[in-house]
Structure formats: C-alpha cells, structure tokens
C-alpha cells in the first residue's frame, strides 16, 4: 500500500519556467513532509520541508505548498535551471519517529 | 562534518549468500535509517535504529537484518540473497525526529 504517491514518473520544463511536482499521501496522520532531490550515482540530498499546520512554506526558488484537505503536496520551483535536472522524491513523516515514508519519485529534466 | 559513510559502494553476490552493509552516521547523530531503492519504487523503510535499539521496521522477510553499534554505526545484512535483491541501498541519519535525514550515497548491490 504505497502511502505517499508521485503520480508522474517523469516532468520536462523549459529553463527559466515554473517546475510543479505533486504528491499526494493517504494517511492524514503524517504531520510532516520533505523534498528530496537526488542525482545518480548519489544519496537524496534534502531542499525543503513543511508542517503539517502551515500550508506553505518557501526557500529561495523553492516554494512548497501543503493542502492537507486534499492530501496533496506540490513543489515549485522558479525559475527552473537545468541543475535542477534530477529526481526529485516527496517523504511523510509521522510525528515523533525518524520513519520516512517517500514516493517513487519524478524525474525533472530543465532544458536549456 | 563528515556526511554519512556506506561502505562497500558496490558489491557483486551471487544468489543464496549473504551480505553485509556498513553505515556510519553524522557524528551526534544516533537515529539512523535504511532503506531500498529500486527503479519504479521509490525508497522503500527498512528499519531504524536509535540507541542500539530498533524502533521502526518496513514490509521486508526477515532475511533482511541489522544492528546499530554503541558508536551509533550500523550495519545492515541480508541473507540467501534472491536476485531482486538487487538495489541501492540507502542509509539516512538523523538528529532528532521529523529532522532533514541525511543519507549516504549508498551501496549499489548487484545479485547474479
């Protein structure tokens, strides 16, 4: 039962244009979510995190928006770069534990 | 500070061996975490070690195993190792719950 869902494998953006990637969850018990970013061959490095009792939060080009009616979570980032090319997971958290739940992940590719 | 080390980067088993996979966390870190990646499925929890004691463990058969150290190091291992077994495994350290995990770069297991 995969709990936290990224329903697109893969995204391509022209440079300098708005990145969204989605994530949906299904258990309205996590009260944390991330974004990681990962380039082959290396570990997920971390970009931004939100609480589950705000419904933005931002970091530079990064912005992350949290619908907790919905269930849904969405990264943008803008503008995009091509070193921004990479998978990008979405992770759930439950509180007080170190147990990351991710999603399987959409690969962004920013053409240049 | 040094990031977190997996050792060996990759490995070659054959099917029906055993295997043993080495994390060493952040200094000060204690929790630390690993987990599965497989083209198609994400990160997939393994388990989690805090203080020597296992707290979390994911949907695996119980070939896969591990332990954490009094220095926080841990290990992993998998036994009569199946051919999809084969994956990156991904170690991740933490220094409190719902924290930024910081993962290694992980061991590249290939079973023949």
């Known amino acids: 039962d995969q709990q936290v869902k990224q329903n697109s494998p893969s995204l391509s953006v022209q440079e300098g244009r708005i990145s969204i990637l989605n994530c949906d969850y299904t258990?309205?018990?996590?009260?944390?979510f991330l974004w990681y970013k990962k380039y082959p061959a290396e570990g997920p490095t971390f970009l931004i995190s939100?609480?589950?009792?705000?419904d933005k939060n931002e970091d530079g080009r990064f912005t992350v928006f949290l619908n907790k009616s919905a269930k849904h979570l969405s990264l943008h980032i803008v503008p995009s770069q091509p070193g921004d090319s990479a998978v990008y997971f979405c992770?759930?958290?439950?509180?007080?534990?170190?147990?990351?739940?991710f999603g399987t992940g959409t690969r962004l590719k920013v053409l240049a | 500070k040094a990031g977190v080390t997996q050792t060996p980067r990759y490995l070659i088993k054959t099917r029906g061996q055993q295997v043993t996979l080495s994390c060493s966390p952040i200094?000060?870190?204690?929790?630390v975490s690993w987990y599965q990646q497989t083209p198609g499925q994400g990160l997939q929890f393994l388990f989690e070690?805090?203080?020597?004691?296992?707290?979390n463990k994911g949907n695996f058969p119980g070939r896969f195993s591990g332990r954490q150290f009094s220095n926080s190091r841990s290990e992993m291992n998998v036994s009569t190792l199946e051919l999809g077994d084969s994956a990156l495994y991904l170690c991740?350290?933490?220094?409190?719950?719902?924290?930024?995990?910081?993962f290694g770069q992980g061991t590249r297991l290939t079973v023949v």
């Open positions: 991740a350290s933490s220094l409190v719950p719902a924290d930024e995990a910081f």
């Open positions: 258990n309205s018990m996590f009260d944390y």
């Open positions: 939100i609480s589950s009792i705000k």
């Open positions: 992770a759930a958290i439950f509180s007080g534990t170190y147990k990351y739940i």
């Open positions: 200094s000060g870190h204690r929790s």
């Open positions: 070690y805090f203080s020597e004691t296992q707290r």
